[in-house]
């Protein structure tokens, strides 16, 4: 998918946003994840290493601690 720095801007001031970025994912890289945050300055963002693309399933523990 492919989205606007400017929508991502709008997003993340309107919008609560959690990014969760995973070291070990082979379908979104990393480095994509911690951009989108530099864009979207207001964004929670939990990095996980070694976790794969299914870092809600794999970590859910770890984000629902942190998420409240």
């Given at each position: 998918?492919?989205?606007?720095n400017a929508?991502l801007e709008f997003?993340?001031?309107h919008?609560?946003?959690l990014l969760?970025?995973?070291?070990?994912?082979?379908?979104?890289?990393?480095?994509n994840?911690h951009?989108?945050?530099?864009v979207?300055?207001t964004?929670?963002f939990?990095?996980f290493?070694?976790s794969?693309?299914?870092?809600?399933k794999s970590?859910?523990?770890?984000?629902?601690l942190t998420s409240?």
């Amino acid at each position: 998918h492919y989205v606007t720095n400017a929508n991502l801007e709008f997003i993340g001031e309107h919008i609560p946003t959690l990014l969760l970025a995973a070291t070990g994912d082979f379908m979104v890289r990393c480095e994509n994840t911690h951009a989108m945050k530099q864009v979207m300055k207001t964004a929670q963002f939990i990095s996980f290493d070694g976790s794969g693309h299914m870092v809600n399933k794999s970590e859910c523990k770890s984000i629902e601690l942190t998420s409240h």
